[in-house]
């Protein structure tokens, strides 16, 4: 049974910090990418941050560049969101994902900001005020 579960989700104020986590089972070695996105009411979804599981290759979105940190432990199947100097506009819905890198015909491959994600949490809240 494929499983992503976010925890760590809370209110803080602008300047402060939180700390995401994402509990995963089941999943497959094919599953080589990680995502956290994020959804604010009335915007689309949005990836904030990527890692891949085997290089541990990471990737982050202008947005939030230098400001959060992706990170996982492979042994025990989690990875975190380290999100420091947190601003209003980073109030949203945090989900994580799983999938696959984006593969071409010519055997090369895109990173894991552009892979195809079909395995979802339920998400988790983050309110900055």
């Known amino acids: 049974h494929v499983q992503l579960v976010e925890s760590g989700g809370g209110s803080v104020q602008a300047g402060g910090s939180l700390r995401l986590s994402c509990a995963a089972s089941g999943l497959s070695v094919s599953s080589n990418c990680m995502g956290w996105f994020r959804q604010a009411p009335g915007k689309e979804r949005e990836g904030v941050a990527h890692?891949?599981?085997?290089?541990?290759?990471?990737h982050y979105s202008d947005s939030v560049k230098g400001r959060f940190t992706i990170s996982q432990d492979n042994a025990k199947n989690m990875m975190y969101l380290q999100m420091d100097s947190l601003e209003p506009e980073d109030t949203a819905m945090y989900l994580c994902?799983?999938?696959?890198?984006?593969?071409?015909?010519?055997?090369?491959?895109?990173?894991?900001?552009?892979?195809?994600?079909?395995?979802w949490g339920q998400g988790t809240q983050v309110t900055v005020s």
């Open positions: 994902a799983a999938g696959k890198v984006l593969e071409f015909s010519d055997g090369s491959s895109a990173g894991c900001e552009r892979g195809v994600y079909k395995i």
């Open positions: 890692i891949h599981r085997r290089d541990g290759i990471t």
